[in-house]
């Protein structure tokens, strides 16, 4: 599957449609939004069905939002794609079910714990001998290079970018 991932709303998003999560309306309409902010203003008080956390939006097939904050008569959403902004307001607020947000995080978190873990065999002197290194990156995304390496490489862990010089 060849799909860009452009940030982490689409991210989730996508995992979203590989795990069947199916959003549901949450009988609330999103009657305003501020770009600048984020801020969604809603018809009715969302605390009893939207917790930090969660991820909703206006549309099935678009992209989704997650919640940053919730209020009486609002919610925070963070929205870099420009989700809300595409969309004629007053419009119905999709949610995906909560244990489904459980499950995309975890899948998430997983994924990226194990992105952490670089095992580069075809760059080593003796990729399989009887002590081989394993990469463990710091708090910064970094690794030391291995002594046996070939080749010298940068990692930025963060970025998920590889390049080999």
Do not use: C, H
């Not at 969302?46 to 909703?56: E, H, M, N, Y």
């Not at 244990?99 to 990226?112: G, K, L």
């Amino acid at each position: 599957m060849a799909l860009f991932i452009q940030s982490a709303n689409v991210l989730v998003s996508r995992v979203a449609q590989w795990v069947g999560a199916i959003p549901a309306t949450i009988g609330i309409n999103a009657t305003a939004f501020n770009s600048s902010t984020g801020v969604i203003t809603v018809s009715a008080d969302p605390r009893s069905q939207v917790q930090i956390g969660d991820f909703i939006g206006p549309s099935t097939i678009g992209t989704f939002t997650v919640v940053i904050g919730v209020t009486s008569t609002t919610i925070t959403v963070d929205d870099p794609d420009t989700v809300w902004t595409s969309y004629t307001l007053p419009t119905a607020i999709l949610k995906i079910p909560t244990q489904s947000s459980v499950e995309i995080q975890a899948s998430i978190q997983f994924a990226e714990l194990k992105m952490r873990m670089i095992e580069l065999p075809a760059l080593r002197t003796n990729p399989y001998g009887d002590d081989p290194t394993f990469l463990v990156t710091n708090a910064q995304g970094m690794a030391p290079i291995p002594a046996d390496m070939n080749i010298p490489m940068i990692v930025l862990a963060t970025e998920r970018l590889f390049v080999a010089g």
